[in-house]
């Protein structure tokens, strides 16, 4: 690399580098070549940033097009249809009572989600030719590292301001408050909460120790969330807890930001402008703490994030989202893993369904994610079943998609044998047969949550629960092994060469292969259970029901087959 400063020969200014990993190989009484080195690059990258913000500028004013255009008609229905609900409804006064238990939420999901991200990536991303290179360079690393955690700030706030802007409009709009007050109540929470999310992030990028308790408390973490998300539920129809109320308006954050919103939109938060003081103070310690952390981060972390980062970037660009999540589950540390013992079958025929279930044994946190989403399909059923008209249409989509999530998880054992094929290499069956008998633990393991998560409902004085939930489990097997077996991503239908008014259809049809599996299940028990839940269903339309699903689960093992032979041919 002709040009490039450098600190040669053994006399003053040599760059010691006995151990690349160091974090310092030099010090400061010696030749400090940033300002040269920063400038050298800057010259040489000149051309490459102009091209990149025509690029930037290119993707922005296409997005914005497509939003302007597609979006202000849904835009201006959507607040048409809150205004009414506002109106006959009671649709703000739902939103008030919801407001400190909402901020708490969205606060905690914000959090969780910074520090989730740290893990594998982090406010401090370097690229790795710049780890590789200019950190070996006679430089200060704070003046390498600290802007990026500049510009990860700085971006952190960009759509929360948007964020924010919606919410006021949304307000007014309800008749809770003014443009202008709802825009400067939400602004201490627009700014702050996600400035002290990144410094969340750099603290656990920056300490092992944290990142380690952050991976096992994930999980109660989660748990927490889907508490505060039925307290939002219970506000809005009027189940309010006053104590606890308050200890979320004073407890952190989470309050500080929401009294303002609260006071402005009629609620009861006479000191909110101290509780906006301490926000304001604590997010100015929290940046100050993570521009110290910034110079700090070891490079040998570096490396790795910078290697994952670009891992996930490329792949993410070829649609592989299987490849990025494994790349994410390397990076993060993945699940616990516990030693679990089972008998052996004596049929060979029982081997497959064996090694499944011992794998899910061992694997705690994957039925405790499942058992996540089942808790979050059951509720929004219990939502839908409450509502009418398209309301209730759409509480039944969502049960069913969360619940193909929930049966799709415990299906990772076909996945991994797909991942590679030679994996397959130790079962006496065909490659087709493996496949096919791969979907027995999860749909037997699906049904009986599904069963169990279907007796508040049989509670409730509806039994054909105990029935209709366990069968929609069996074809959401049959469709997570089918997704399996789709094979490396076919991006080539994105385009088609065809011309449409709507423009190139080539996305739609990709779509339509990639998601074939999650399409048909949830498409086709949807339209059965809209025939069979309007009324009470009889024993008719629970037959109907499982009907169908026996025939959508035959369909799909039948594609899953084929599908699995054109992997081993190729």
Do not use: I
């Amino acid at each position: 690399m002709s040009g490039a400063p450098s600190g040669g020969g053994t006399g003053h200014g040599a760059v010691v580098a006995a151990d690349p990993d160091e974090d310092s190989t030099w010090t400061e009484e010696d030749d400090d070549r940033t300002e040269e080195t920063l400038r050298w690059l800057r010259d040489k990258r000149r051309d490459h940033r102009r091209r990149k913000s025509r690029d930037l500028a290119v993707v922005v004013y296409t997005v914005l097009l497509t939003v302007v255009g597609y979006g202000s008609g849904y835009a201006f229905h959507f607040l048409r249809q809150v205004e009414l609900g506002a109106d006959y409804g009671g649709l703000g006064a739902d939103v008030r009572r919801a407001l400190p238990a909402l901020f708490t939420l969205l606060t905690g999901a914000l959090a969780l989600a910074a520090a989730r991200d740290a893990l594998w990536r982090g406010p401090v991303v370097v690229p790795g030719p710049a780890v590789g290179w200019l950190l070996a360079q006679p430089v200060r690393r704070a003046a390498v590292l600290r802007p990026w955690f500049r510009l990860s700030a700085g971006l952190a706030v960009v759509p929360a301001l948007l964020v924010a802007a919606g919410a006021a409009v949304v307000l007014r709009v309800m008749g809770l408050a003014p443009l202008g007050e709802a825009l400067l109540a939400l602004l201490p929470g627009a700014v702050c909460l996600p400035l002290l999310a990144v410094c969340v992030g750099m603290a656990v990028e920056r300490r092992a120790a944290l990142a380690r308790w952050v991976r096992r408390g994930t999980p109660l973490a989660v748990v927490a969330l889907m508490l505060l998300a039925g307290q939002v539920a219970l506000a809005a129809r009027g189940h309010r807890s006053g104590f606890l109320e308050g200890v979320e308006l004073w407890s952190g954050p989470w309050g500080w930001a929401a009294q303002p919103v609260v006071a402005a939109t009629g609620g009861s938060a006479p000191a909110w402008p101290a509780a906006v003081a301490a926000l304001v103070l604590l997010t100015a310690a929290g940046l100050f703490q993570g521009h110290r952390d910034a110079a700090r981060v070891p490079t040998s972390q570096l490396r790795r994030r910078a290697a994952t980062a670009q891992t996930v970037a490329s792949v993410m660009w070829t649609v592989e989202l299987r490849a990025a999540k494994l790349a994410l589950l390397d990076a993060t540390g993945g699940g616990t893993v516990r030693r679990v013992r089972l008998r052996a079958p004596r049929s060979r025929y029982l081997v497959v369904a064996w090694r499944d279930l011992l794998a899910l044994l061992r694997a705690p946190a994957r039925v405790a994610k499942a058992l996540m989403w089942l808790v979050c399909a059951t509720g929004a059923a219990a939502l839908g079943a409450e509502s009418v008209g398209g309301r209730r249409d759409a509480g039944l989509l969502l049960a069913l998609l969360l619940g193909y999530v929930a049966v799709g998880g415990l299906a990772e054992p076909a996945r991994l044998e797909t991942d590679d094929v030679r994996r397959a290499a130790w079962s006496p069956f065909r490659f087709r047969a493996l496949m096919l008998q791969h979907a027995v633990v999860p749909a037997v393991a699906g049904a009986l949550l599904a069963a169990v998560a279907a007796v508040p409902f049989a509670v409730a004085g509806a039994p054909w629960a105990l029935v209709l939930m366990p069968v929609c489990a069996v074809p959401f097997a049959a469709a997570a092994v089918f997704g399996a077996c789709r094979g490396p991503v076919r991006t080539n239908l994105m385009f088609t060469g065809v011309s449409t008014p709507a423009g190139d259809p080539g996305v739609f049809l990709f779509v339509a292969w990639y998601a074939a599996g999650l399409l048909a299940s949830v498409g086709g028990l949807g339209l059965a259970l809209h025939g069979a839940l309007p009324h009470r269903p009889d024993g008719g339309g629970v037959l109907a029901v499982a009907a169908v699903a026996a025939l959508l689960t035959v369909g799909l093992l039948l594609c899953a087959a084929r599908s699995a032979g054109r992997l081993v041919r190729h």
